[in-house]
């Protein structure tokens, strides 16, 4: 893939993830997807992906801004970096109880691209900073 063919898978990624559209996202993931839990585990296939969206939907309510996206020239790697606005919505295992706390945090991801899907999924955000935000 080509740089901006690259940029633009990545574009309707996210463009999914804000629409709520997980099947639209999951479409976009090759089947062997390694997804790198931000300070955490890796999770590998589309199944873990899928349940990993699941736990996430019932705890937060986000959407994504600012999104920046750049690619390497042969397309193979992106980074996203945007602003995570949110609301935390239901008890997540380890962390503070949940009462609607609204955050608004930076973030980014790094991915991988082969063969016109995202491969990998590496993503990375302040935690210290979102525990500090829904417990004040």
């Given amino acids: 893939m080509s740089r901006t063919e690259t940029v633009a898978l990545v574009t309707r990624y996210y463009d999914a993830f804000n629409r709520g559209d997980r099947p639209g996202m999951l479409a976009l993931l090759g089947d062997d997807v390694a997804h790198d839990v931000n ?35 042969d397309g193979g790697r992106a980074a996203a970096e945007f602003t995570v606005h949110g609301e935390y919505l239901a008890d997540d295992e380890g962390l503070p109880p949940a009462r609607g706390q609204r955050y608004v945090l930076p973030a980014g991801a790094f991915l991988e691209v082969r063969g016109g899907l995202i491969r990998r ?16």
């Fill in 39 to 73: 300070q955490g585990g890796r999770e590998t296939g589309k199944a873990a992906f899928a349940a990993f969206m699941v736990r996430m939907d019932r705890a937060y309510r986000e959407r994504l801004t600012d999104m920046v996206i750049m690619a390497s020239e």
């Fill in 121 to 136: 999924v590496t993503m990375h955000y302040n935690l210290a900073d979102w525990i500090r935000q829904v417990s004040g």
